[in-house]
């Protein structure tokens, strides 16, 4: 592989960017400045840029808080997307798993592992999505039952079973493990009441964290990538209300 392909694969910056790097001397090959942007790297090369070691990283996860008033999409011709807010990160070949409203905030996974996204997202593995959400009218404690078994958002099947626990009248986190279009909204909507506010606060074991500000992001910890992996590999199809 190019030298300059490796650090863009490594996270390092846009092919130009990282060319520019290669010009100003700031990476080396085995301890030697390389200025050649084709050098060729192999297994056994030793990496850094400015004396840092580089692995070649096939993937690259990362965690934003989507604000609300962004879309989630990867190019939009007239909206602000997710991508957008990843400032300084090459963004080419990822993209965000799933889809959160224009107005919903929240932990969003932007990627570039397929096989992961596919298995986050696959009606068979329901994984886990758990929404703080607000609502226009206060809940009743039929309505959160009636969440909690299932209900009609006028659809072939009913929802499947939900976990919801109370927190005010009008508060409550729900946690759904398919993600049917607009489902939060769609099951509000079905117990006579309506979304406010939207947040999702988790998704398999990946939590948004407290100290990240909406418009943020980080890269995942290696334990959180694991620990994301194995949770598509148990369904979890409770049903409780706490
Ligand atoms: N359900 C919704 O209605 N909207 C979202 O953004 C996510 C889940």
Excluded: W
Excluded at 68 to 86: C, H, Q, Y
Excluded at 107 to 126: F, M, Q, Y
Aim: glycine share 6%.
């Amino acid at each position: 592989m190019r030298l300059d392909k490796f650090l863009c694969d490594a996270g390092a910056g846009t092919r130009s960017e990282v060319k520019q790097l290669i010009r100003k001397g700031a990476a080396a090959v085995n301890g030697e400045v390389e200025k050649a942007a084709d050098r060729k790297i192999e297994e056994y090369d030793k990496v850094t840029l400015y004396g840092r070691a580089l692995s070649y990283q096939k993937f690259r996860y990362y965690l934003l808080h989507k604000p609300s008033g962004v879309i989630t999409a990867t190019a939009d011709k007239r909206e602000r997307t997710v991508m957008e807010l990843l400032q300084g990160i090459d963004v080419r070949d990822l993209f965000p798993v799933g889809r959160l409203d224009k107005d919903t905030e929240g932990l969003l996974l932007i990627t570039n592992d397929g096989e992961l996204a596919h298995r986050l997202l696959s009606p068979r593995k329901h994984v886990d999505k758990t929404y703080l959400v607000r609502t226009k009218l206060p809940m009743s404690e039929e309505a959160l039952e009636r969440l909690a078994e299932g209900v009609d958002i006028g659809e072939e099947k009913p929802t499947l079973p939900a976990t919801v626990k109370r927190l005010t009248a009008t508060e409550i986190e729900l946690t759904i493990r398919e993600g049917r279009f607009h489902q939060i909204k769609r099951m509000l909507s079905a117990v006579d009441n309506e979304v406010v506010y939207l947040k999702r606060l988790s998704m398999g074991t990946l939590r948004l964290p407290t100290d990240l500000q909406a418009g943020g992001f980080r890269e995942l910890t290696e334990e959180e990538i694991r620990e994301l992996r194995e949770s598509t590999c148990k369904p979890q199809n409770e049903r409780k209300v706490q």
